[in-house]
């Protein structure tokens, strides 16, 4: 089945609607912030990713749980990049802050620390 241009049009149109929806409720913010969850381990790429986990967002700082001490003082080098990566990514900027932490629970499958 071949998409019509004018098919094409009516899903922009459909994700323009959504968008309005969504900013009309007042929640587009907070739907793009929650993105940067989904979004965390893309943008980082695997080698970070597999040290890190992103938790949430609350008010434009996205909380990240680091593997260790010595990975959260690597990553706070390289802080201002992934914050612009990560609102490149978004579409705008959404992220202003990084906040990294420390140990604490592990999700399920999170290797051992090892520095």
Known sequence: MTTTP???KKVTSMRQALHSLLRSWGVDGKVRENQAVTLWSQVVGPRIAEK????RVEDGKIFIR????SWKTELIFVKSEIIQRLNQALGGRVIKDII??????RSAGWPKAVD
Request: aromatic share 6%; net charge positive; proline share 0%.
């Open 66 to 69: 680091v593997l260790s001490s």
């Open 52 to 55: 890190t986990e992103a938790l």
């Open 6 to 8: 004018q098919r094409r």
């Open 100 to 105: 990294f932490v420390g140990g604490g629970r």
